[in-house]
């Protein structure tokens, strides 16, 4: 019992970094109708933008802080303007083949830059703690903890000021909410801006356990899809129940089945979702004419 109680808080703990990547998948949904399935780069990219600001001499939060900076212009502003704006009247396809020529492009444009795997330094001390009997890490505490400060902060966010509501109400019907005199451009850019810190976030604290590499976003990525469909893609709750659900079922088969059998969960989990219950587990229907 004691086993498997840590099993799943080590993966309540991965899980929520899955989900912030996944948060970032339902927000563009929501707000803009994008698929971004360079997701995963978003996050790979910010970890190297932080191992360089970090070479140069800066700490770790100084580093992170420049990083959102640099994100928002480049992940967000830059990848609104440049990509979705020009591809969106031709439809959701173009979207998705764009973006995933631009997580090829990154990858291997990074590769270029260095293919070697860079230690990352954690925000958290190697310790261990004892809860209830439990033994857990210092950081897969911490990064909970983080984690759920930032999901929760982004709930606040959109249910409780003034532009997080203009925000959902731009999500639920873009018409109505420009009649109702919303800057509707302003307000889609916000959330890809949103998109962008919560992937530096999610490169803060995954970093330090898988390395920065080329190649870390693209099982990253995939995870966050998968978790935000069994979530509920319309729903940015979902993106966290979706993401928990991924990390303890990754923790388990891996400690009960087989380690070979990890990075098979997430698209089991997937594929029973969608047969059973499409919407996802949070998710409502959505009717659409034609």
Known sequence: ??????????????????????LGFTLLW?????????????????????????????PLPVAFVLTIAV???????????????PLFRHGMMAIVVATIGLSIAMRNGVRI??????????????????????TVSLADAGTLAFALVLVVATQAFLARTLTGRAMQAVAQ????????????PLMILYTFAINA???????????PVYFGKFDMGESLGTKA???????????????LL??????????????????????????????????????GLLGRKEERKV
């Open 30 to 58: 929501q707000a803009s109708g994008t698929i971004n399935f360079a997701q995963g780069e978003f996050v790979m990219l910010p970890a190297f933008a932080m191992l360089f600001f970090a070479a140069q001499g800066a």
């Open 71 to 85: 994100a928002v212009a480049v992940l967000g502003w830059a990848f609104k303007r440049g990509v979705v704006d």
């Open 113 to 134: 830059y260095s293919a070697d795997a860079h230690p990352f330094p954690s925000l958290f001390a190697d310790k261990l703690l004892r809860v209830g009997g439990v």
């Open 225 to 239: 899809f998968f978790a935000a469909v069994i979530g509920g893609f319309n729903n940015s709750r979902g993106a």
């Open 242 to 279: 979706g993401g928990v659900i991924v990390g303890i079922g990754e923790n388990l088969a891996a400690a009960y089945i087989s380690p070979a059998y990890k990075d098979a969960v997430a698209l089991a989990l997937f594929m029973v979702v969608i047969l059973f219950k499409p919407q």
């Open 1 to 22: 019992m004691t086993d498997l109680l840590q099993l799943t808080f080590s993966g309540i703990a991965t899980g929520s970094i899955y989900a912030l990547a996944a």
């Open 173 to 184: 019907n873009t018409e109505s909410a420009a009649v109702l005199g919303i800057n509707v």
């Open 197 to 207: 810190v919560l992937a530096c976030a999610a490169a803060l604290l995954v970093t």
